[in-house]
């Protein structure tokens, strides 16, 4: 049996945790959502290892910023990309391979596009008729 892949969005704006959250469940993926790192930690701490994806706003409120989010889920996942957004120009290179970086304000052609590919990328290949 087939388990959609799922997604921790971590985005202190509501208004586009709801746009991510949104687009993201209309292409199959089961969305998890925190509004902060701290909240982000915790839900990583009990569930981290049913979490697929890692789509983290890098300035987040309080102590925790999204790099000590991807750290920690990093350390569930070790190879697993994490999608990164930001409003800022530069942006540290403390990514792992195969990592993404999203540009704020969004374009919505562009999430639609990550979490298409984020479906694809878990989804069970076809089954090749025997013949």
Do not use: N
């Not at 687009?23 to 790192?37: K, T």
């Amino acid at each position: 049996m087939f388990t959609p892949p799922s997604v921790l969005i971590v985005e202190d704006s509501y208004v586009l945790l709801e746009m991510l959250a949104t687009l993201c469940e209309q292409e199959g993926i089961r969305v998890v959502e925190a509004s902060s790192g701290e909240a982000a930690l915790t839900l990583l701490r009990g569930r981290g290892a049913d979490i697929d994806w890692l789509f983290t706003d890098i300035r987040l409120p309080g102590l925790i910023d999204g790099w000590s989010v991807a750290q920690a889920y990093r350390a569930i996942h070790p190879d697993r990309p994490v999608i990164y957004a930001s409003t800022g120009a530069t942006v540290e290179r403390r990514t792992v391979p195969g990592s993404l970086f999203v540009r704020k304000p969004y374009q919505v052609h562009e999430i639609i596009g990550l979490a298409r590919m984020m479906a694809r990328a878990l989804s069970p290949a076809p089954r090749r008729a025997a013949g």
